[in-house]
């Protein structure tokens, strides 16, 4: 029933949260704290994990393929899928759960337990809109972090690939071109989106309705990481059934 009971809030919190707008002059600055906070803020990390393991993947493609009959451009073309359809989308977003979902439910989870929130509705404002609104549209900006995670992971493979001697630059630039389908790249950026949404409203979700103490926020940004990680592992198995089949 718990279960029940939240989905059912989630989704009236998202009705909620376009419902009486706040002005546009208080609502400006907000969202470009938020594009300053998750999206900017996030590029360090994103970019660091995609170039490395970038390289892993071509490192164990080429370490795999034993065959002299295999095509040494297959580096190259395996790595670029990789990347491209689930690497970039779906990893990174796991990551963004556990880096921007936590920092989003411990925000609003510490404005819930010093009454910030209270007073904000005291002052007829809506609350929902004030705080997730702002991160929503942040957070559409997410398929630019996802491009470059997308360039500096091809960008990562080749470099392990030419450095370790696995592949010459030539085959691992034209394995990449190889079979190139463009909607495997629009099937990215959809499921890029689709994340977005999520990354920005379950951790509110959760940060909004926590109850209890400075204890409880440690706990609620905990739970809103699993929560979103599961919920994104299984909108993408939907998402790729649905556009790739």
């Keep these: ?26 609502m400006k600055t907000l969202i470009f704290k938020d594009i300053d906070d998750l999206i900017i803020g996030s590029l360090g990390i994103v970019a660091f994990i995609s170039f490395f393991v970038g390289g892993v993947v071509t490192i164990q493609t080429a370490l795999n393929i034993t065959s002299p009959f295999i095509p040494e451009y297959l580096v190259g073309f395996a790595t670029r899928q990789s990347i491209i359809l689930e690497f970039a ?6 990551i963004m759960a556990g880096k921007v979902g936590s920092f989003i439910t411990s ?8 009454e910030q929130i209270d007073a904000l509705e005291v002052m007829g404002i809506n609350a929902i809109n004030y705080l997730v609104f702002p991160k929503f549209i ?15 992971g091809i960008v990562g493979g080749m470099a ?17 071109q190889t079979d190139f389908i ?3 790249i ?13 990354l920005a409203t379950i951790p509110s979700f959760y940060g909004f309705y926590m109850k209890g103490g400075a204890l409880e926020v440690g706990k609620a940004s905990t739970t809103s990481f699993v929560w979103t990680s599961v919920v994104i592992i299984l909108l993408n198995y939907v998402l790729t059934q649905m556009l790739l089949s």
């Excluded at 925000?107 to 010093?114: E, F, H, Y």
């Excluded at 392990?160 to 990449?176: D, K, Q, R, T």
């Design 182 to 184: 463009p909607f495997h």
């Design 1 to 26: 029933m718990t279960y029940l009971h939240n989905i059912g809030a989630y989704f009236l919190m998202i009705k909620d949260m376009f419902r009486k707008p706040t002005k546009w002059s208080v």
């Design 107 to 114: 925000s609003i989870g510490t404005m819930r337990v010093t």
């Design 160 to 176: 392990a690939c030419v450095l370790g001697g696995y592949s010459s630059l030539e085959a691992y630039i034209i394995g990449v």
């Design 89 to 94: 989308p779906t990893f990174i977003s796991i």
């Design 138 to 152: 942040a957070l559409m900006l997410y398929p630019f972090v996802i491009s470059i995670a997308m360039f500096l």
């Design 186 to 198: 629009t099937y990215a950026f959809i499921k890029t989106f689709v994340f977005a949404f999520v």
